[in-house]
């Protein structure tokens, strides 16, 4: 709201609607001029489009570097207050003397407190439903020399949850998947839900819950090698191996996985088998390689 007396005088505020680049630059040229500005954002925070680009058109400049300076000023200048996630409702009045309704959406995060860790993201009732455990089935029975080896496994690290991650790797080098018993082993032994295991399980690709060959066949279908034929390479090892991307052969002794890079963009084709790698590859040249892998 502004209105000024017949002498000019300030009075009132100003009120800026967004709160993108030219809604900040807005706010700051009157908050500079003496006026009492209120920045609207419909938004949970300023910035607008802007905070989501890296380069700008058509100057290529980096979008954050032109944005940082301004939400700096914005956020410390006295005669700014922002109005985030808030929407106007209703205007009423003439031209430099005004009335508005604002609605302030409800949020249970202190915007002067809030330091972006995101946590209350994880922990939003809204997006997420409340989880209960509940009771865990008891650990199986597990007997013979996968036992002993799992044992050994979980001997050379101390309890407590940074060892879940190299366990995990542990058992993967050694039986090349994670069997159920084997992770309600690791809860047990450490002390720690099924559920926080299963969780870190499933989160890394270098983990697998489901049975994985003797042999694992990475195929990188990154730009470089995608542009020198690594979808035909990936068709190819299909149809010779009778399973699709992701899969595993019936006898155990492939699986087949594609990947976005490897690292060796130079080599491309690029093809890797267990820790061979096999660069500017070719379909018939990759078939006849597989017979050296034995069953």
Request: charged share 25%.
């Amino acid at each position: 709201m502004r209105s000024e007396t017949d002498h000019h005088e300030k009075v009132g505020s100003v009120l800026v609607v967004g709160g993108g680049v030219g809604g900040m630059q807005a706010a700051l040229d009157l908050a500079e001029s003496g006026f009492k500005v209120y920045l609207l954002e419909k938004e949970p925070s300023i910035g607008g489009t802007m905070a989501k680009l890296d380069k700008t058109f058509p100057t290529n400049d980096c979008a954050m570097c032109t944005l940082a300076p301004r939400l700096v000023d914005t956020g410390k200048h006295l005669n700014i207050e922002r109005l985030t996630y808030s929407e106007l409702l209703e205007l009423s009045g003439t031209p430099g003397r005004f009335k508005v309704l604002v609605k302030k959406k409800a949020r249970s995060v202190d915007p002067d407190k809030c330091t972006g860790c995101s946590e209350c993201m994880e922990a939003c009732l809204v997006r997420n439903r409340p989880y209960s455990p509940g009771v865990e089935p008891e650990l199986q029975d597990v007997e013979g020399q996968e036992l002993l080896v799992l044992r050994e496994i979980l001997g050379r690290y101390p309890r407590g949850r940074e060892a879940i991650v190299p366990i995990l790797q542990d058992i993967t080098a050694e039986f090349n998947w994670l069997p159920e018993w084997s992770l309600r082993m690791v809860a047990h032994t450490l002390g720690l839900p099924l559920s926080r295991v299963v969780r870190v399980a499933t989160f890394y690709n270098l983990f697998s819950l489901e049975p994985r060959g003797k042999h694992i066949i990475r195929v990188c279908t990154g730009t470089a090698c995608h542009v020198k034929g690594a979808g035909k390479i990936v068709d190819s090892l299909e149809r010779e191996l009778k399973v699709k991307s992701g899969e595993t052969t019936d006898d155990r002794r492939f699986t087949l996985e594609a990947v976005r890079c490897l690292g060796c963009c130079g080599l491309a084709p690029v093809v890797t088998i267990d820790e061979e790698v096999y660069g500017k590859i070719t379909s018939a040249r990759l078939v006849k390689e597989l017979d050296a892998y034995p069953a």
